[in-house]
């Protein structure tokens, strides 16, 4: 196990314990969280050496293109509505007349990817699970490393920089492949929504240890700052606090799923969603940030 002491983002100790979490996808083993008291930061820590185990579990839906479960066909089907909001949103003030490149960190199944290249998009991904032999003519990676591009208009982490362990590496990393006017996209759950504050230890987005941190508004910002980049704004991913919630429910429920407690996840990610309209503390921000 590796015990992480100082906060990756502003160099404090990390000492405050303030959940304990279960793996509720692969082992059933129980990780911790602590803060950093001050810039927020939520870190699992100690954390295993062998990630990758952690991954291999046929619940881990995000690597999957099979729907096994009710809760799987949920995430199948916002996974398509997401997509086609997710382009409208890199689509955003293109200079038009001239091909643009996108890089997908974390890309998954290459859904997002296949689509932005379906409306003339040049695309590139990474994604540490792929294997090569199965699509060789994509241009999908193992690591940064390999990405022969130099620079990308636009450069995207949809739920990807909370598992990612050298979180201030590949953000520089990313500045430094960033084009002259490009973005970034980097969307990462909210601990301070009130879906997690209603299932505190249950909540789903967690997902411990596969997600090493836990972001606040707050986190995010300093982040970004800390290491010479700009908040253009955030957006809120309003659907994520309904599929939260139902994993949540179904974790909280020793793994089973009702009609009872599916009502009660709606109610709950319908409150999270309401109350945001005010603290705009949604289950989950796209931060759109610029050099």
Known sequence: MIEIHNCPICGSLIKNVVLQCKDYTATLEEFKLKQCNNCSLVITTPRPVDLDKYYRSEEYISHSTKAKSFTDRLYMLARKFTIT???????????????HSLLDIGCGTGEFLKYCQQKGWDTTGVEPTFESESRPNEKIYKSLTDVRDKTFDRITLWHVLEHIPDIIHTIQWIKNSLAENGTIYIAVPNYNSHDSKYYKKYWAAYDVPRHLWHFSQQAMAELISNNGLRLVESIPMKLDSYYVSLLSEKYKNNNTTSVISMMKAFLVGFQSNLNSKKNSEYSSLIYVIKK
């Open 85 to 99: 909001s997710k382009f409208g949103l890199i689509e955003r003030n293109i200079q038009i007349g001239r091909t």
